[in-house]
T-cell receptor, first 113, second 112 residues
Framework: AAGVIQSPRHLIKEKRETATLKCYPI?????VYWYQQGPGQDPQFLIS???????DKGSIPDRFSAQQFSDYHSELNMSSLELGDSALYFCASSTQTGYYEQYFGPGTRLTVT | SQQGEEDPQALSIQEGENATMNCSYK?????LQWYRQNSGRGLVHLILIRSNEREKHSGRLRVTLDTSKKSSSLLITASRAADTASYFC????????????FGKGTHLIIQP
C-alpha cells in the first residue's frame, strides 16, 4: 500500500539559512499534519491542513510556515534556522472519514550547523 | 503541556514473554492511538481506540482504555526480537484534523 512520502530524507543547513520540506500524503487522504521530534523526545505537533486550509496549530515557531496545495501535498518552510531546529520532521496524513488514524511518513532529518 | 505519560519508560523482557505498557493522559479525548518507532525512524500506526470503547485487539496487540482513570494499556503477547522499539500513545481531543499529543514513550527491549 502507498505510504506518506517525504523529501528530502536528510538535510544539512547552516544557521540562518532556510529549508523547505515536502510531504506527499497517502492517495485520497485530504488532511496533512506536521510534527517535530527532537533527539530523545516525543513528537510535537506543529500544524495541520484540511482541504488546503489551516486546521489546527500547535507549537510552530513564527519562523516556520506551511501550506497545502491543490494536489494535497504540503510544504513546511523554515527560515532563519537555529541549532535547536535540528530534529526529525514528520508528516502524517489522514482522511476526514472514519476514525482519523494518522499515518506517518519516514521523516526528514534536519541538521543545522 | 504533556498529555500522555508512558509507564514504564523502559522495559526489558525475554522473547516469548508478554509486554505491558501504560499511558496516562490529562484531558478528555476523542481517540487514543498507539504507535511504534524503531530508533530514528518513522512512526508506525498500531491501533486506534475510541473514547467509547474499552478494549480492542489486533493480532498480538491488546489495547484497553479506562476513561474514568484517563489511562490506556498496550499488551504485546508472545514478544519477538522484532518488537524491540519505542512505543508511544497519542491522543486527540475531537476535531478530525487536530494534531496528536504524544506521551514520552516506552522503550521496549526484547532479549533473545
Amino acid at each position: 500500500a502507498a505510504g506518506v512520502i517525504q523529501s528530502p530524507r536528510h538535510l544539512i543547513k547552516e544557521k540562518r539559512e532556510t529549508a523547505t520540506l515536502k510531504c506527499y500524503p497517502i492517495p485520497r487522504h485530504d488532511t496533512v499534519y506536521w510534527y517535530q521530534q527532537g533527539p530523545g523526545q516525543d513528537p510535537q505537533f506543529l500544524i495541520s491542513f484540511y482541504e488546503k486550509m489551516q486546521s489546527d496549530k500547535g507549537s510552530i515557531p513564527d519562523r516556520f510556515s506551511a501550506q497545502q496545495f491543490s494536489d494535497y501535498h504540503s510544504e513546511l518552510n523554515m527560515s532563519s534556522l537555529e541549532l535547536g531546529d535540528s530534529a526529525l520532521y514528520f508528516c502524517a496524513s489522514s482522511t476526514q472519514t472514519g476514525y482519523y488514524e494518522q499515518y506517518f511518513g519516514p521523516g526528514t532529518r534536519l541538521t543545522v550547523t | 503541556s504533556q498529555q500522555g505519560e508512558e509507564d514504564p519508560q523502559a522495559l526489558s523482557i525475554q522473547e516469548g514473554e508478554n509486554a505491558t505498557m501504560n499511558c496516562s493522559y490529562k484531558t478528555s479525548i476523542n481517540n487514543l492511538q498507539w504507535y511504534r518507532q524503531n530508533s530514528g525512524r518513522g512512526l508506525v500506526h498500531l491501533i486506534l481506540i475510541r473514547s467509547n470503547e474499552r478494549e480492542k485487539h489486533s493480532g498480538r496487540l491488546r489495547v484497553t482504555l479506562d476513561t474514568s482513570k484517563k489511562s490506556s494499556s498496550l499488551l504485546i503477547t508472545a514478544s519477538r526480537a522484532a518488537d524491540t522499539a519505542s512505543y508511544f500513545c497519542a491522543t486527540d481531543s475531537g476535531g478530525g484534523a487536530d494534531g496528536l499529543t504524544f506521551g514520552k514513550g516506552t522503550h521496549l527491549i526484547i532479549q533473545p
